[in-house]
C-alpha cells in the first residue's frame, strides 16, 4: 500500500491567511520528505523538503514540520497567494533495494485561494 | 537551460495500438524515472533508468510496457497494445546523480485511449 497518504482532498483559502496542508506516513524508515505543488497541465514542482532528524525547515513563505512521533507533516504556506493554487503532494523517498531509491507520492491536497 | 522535456504533450491511441512516450533528462542529467497518475491521485513510480540500463523496474506492469534509455537520445516509454485503463498523465523526472532527492519532472504526456 501507500507509504503516505493526506487528510483532506480540498482546501479553500482566503488570499493573505495562511495555508495548511497535512499529511500522514505510515513507513516508520522513512527519512526523507518532501512537498510537490502541482499546477494544472504540470509537472510536479519542489517546493521544500525535509529529513528525520530535523522537525521544522522554513523557506520562502513555506515551512514544513515532521512529527515523528504520530508520522505527520505539514506544510504551510503564508500569506496565500493566488498563484499558490495547485494541487500539493507529500513524498517520501524510500530505499526499494538493488541500489534504487523510489518516491511515494500521497493522493494530493487541492488548494483554491480565494481573491 | 532547458529543464526536462516531454514529448508528445496529448497522445490519443485507439484501444490495440502502441504508444511511444518520449523523455529528454535535462542537460547532464543521466538518471530518469517515469511516473503515472491517474485523475484524482498521486504520482506512481513505474521505472528508474540510466544510460542504457534499466536500475528498478519494480513499478512497471509485466506485461505490454518497457522503456529504455539508449546510449543517445531520448528515453522511451512504450505501451503496447493499449487499453482504456492505460489513460492517464505519464510523468518523467532527471536527476544529476543517483536516485538523488532532487528529480526534476517533466510536463507529462497525457494518454487518451479511446
Known amino acids: 500500500g501507500e507509504s503516505v497518504g493526506l487528510h483532506l482532498p480540498t482546501l479553500s483559502v482566503q488570499e493573505g491567511d495562511n495555508s495548511i496542508i497535512n499529511c500522514a506516513y505510515s513507513?516508520?524508515?522513512?527519512?526523507?520528505f518532501i512537498w510537490y505543488k502541482q499546477e494544472s497541465g504540470k509537472g510536479p514542482q519542489f517546493i521544500i523538503d525535509?529529513?528525520?532528524?530535523?522537525d521544522k525547515r522554513q523557506g520562502q513563505r513555506v515551512t514544513v514540520l515532521l512529527n515523528k512521533t504520530v508520522k505527520h507533516l505539514s506544510l504551510q504556506i503564508a500569506a496565500t497567494q493566488p498563484g499558490d493554487s495547485a494541487v500539493y503532494f507529500c513524498?517520501?523517498?524510500?530505499?526499494?533495494?538493488?541500489?534504487?531509491?523510489?518516491?511515494?507520492f500521497g493522493k494530493g491536497t487541492k488548494l483554491s485561494v480565494i481573491p | 537551460n532547458a529543464g526536462v522535456m516531454q514529448n508528445p504533450r496529448h497522445l490519443v491511441r485507439r484501444r490495440g495500438q502502441e504508444a511511444r512516450l518520449r523523455c529528454s533528462p535535462m542537460k547532464g542529467h543521466s538518471h530518469v524515472y517515469w511516473y503515472r497518475q491517474l485523475p484524482e491521485e498521486g504520482l506512481k513510480f513505474m521505472v528508474y533508468l540510466q544510460k542504457e540500463n534499466i536500475i528498478d523496474e519494480s513499478g512497471m506492469p509485466k506485461e505490454r510496457f518497457s522503456a529504455e534509455f539508449p546510449k543517445e537520445g531520448p528515453s522511451i516509454l512504450r505501451i503496447q497494445q493499449v487499453v482504456r485503463g492505460d489513460s492517464a498523465a505519464y510523468f518523467c523526472a532527471s536527476s544529476p546523480l543517483r536516485s538523488t532527492e532532487q528529480q526534476f519532472f517533466g510536463p507529462g504526456t497525457r494518454l487518451t485511449v479511446l
Open positions: 513507513n516508520s524508515a522513512s527519512d526523507y
Open positions: 525535509i529529513r528525520s532528524n530535523m
Open positions: 513524498a517520501d523517498l524510500l530505499s526499494s533495494g538493488a541500489g534504487s531509491y523510489q518516491l511515494t
